[in-house]
């Protein structure tokens, strides 16, 4: 079975500082992808990486980098958080770039005071 | 870009009863799975399903791309069940989601 594991579920952190939600898949994926999930907006697609050092913006990038030194880890990085990150993080992996099923892991619940 | 649409957003079952949950695409996909997010968060797999139907124990699901729809059918729901229920399809490399349908099975 695919296992996606992200580093922490629950999270709070102050305004302003550096933040690093991880994420490591244990199946060789090429494919990972950071989401959060919000009341009323559902999820949306933050950043994906498609290979080792490669990285492209989702739909809502501001205020978020990503890092994706090694295949199996994807790094979220919030550089100054702020209270509107308040969210749930989902990370996701898959095999390949489409037409592949996607695999999520447990969440992480991050509040920023 | 795609639009997706589920139905209903809300459901109430007692347990035992069936139910089925809509999902509406605007746009042909290559790609589609059906999810259930727990009560702590975690998105879990119940189906990929691209076309076609596949059962899985009480839970089944049917695609038809030619008409850009998904249906999750749960029979004899247990409280177990309850949760969102969400569908994504696969847009240009990426996931798009719906907004989910929210269950929840009384006892």
């Known amino acids: 079975d695919v296992k996606v594991t992200q580093s922490s579920r629950y999270l709070v952190k102050r305004t302003g500082e550096k933040v690093f939600l991880e994420c490591v898949q244990d199946m060789d994926h090429e494919n990972m992808f950071w989401y959060r999930q919000d009341p009323g907006l559902g999820l949306r697609l933050i950043y994906f990486s498609y290979d080792v050092k490669m990285k492209e913006k989702g739909d809502i990038p501001e205020g978020y980098s990503v890092s994706r030194e090694k295949k199996e880890r994807f790094s979220l990085i919030l550089e100054s958080a702020s209270t509107n990150q308040t969210s749930m993080y989902l990370c996701?992996?898959?095999?390949?770039?489409?037409?592949?099923?996607?695999?999520f892991g447990q969440g992480t619940r991050l509040t920023v005071v | 870009g795609i639009q997706v649409e589920q139905s209903p957003p809300d459901l109430i079952l007692q347990e035992g009863a069936n139910s089925t949950l809509r999902c509406n695409f605007s746009?042909?996909?290559?790609?589609l799975q059906w999810f259930h997010q727990n009560p702590w968060g975690q998105l879990i797999n119940l189906f990929y399903?691209?076309?076609g139907t596949k059962q899985n124990g009480r839970l089944s699901a049917t695609t038809v791309a030619t008409e850009r729809y998904s249906l999750l059918y749960i029979s004899s729901s247990q409280t177990t069940d309850s949760g969102v229920y969400f569908c994504?399809?696969?847009?240009?490399?990426?996931?798009?989601f719906g907004t989910g349908t929210r269950l929840k099975v009384l006892a």
């Open positions: 996701a992996s898959r095999r390949d770039r489409e037409n592949t099923e996607a695999f």
């Open positions: 399903i691209p076309s």
């Open positions: 746009d042909s996909v290559n790609n």
């Open positions: 994504a399809v696969e847009g240009t490399y990426k996931y798009i």
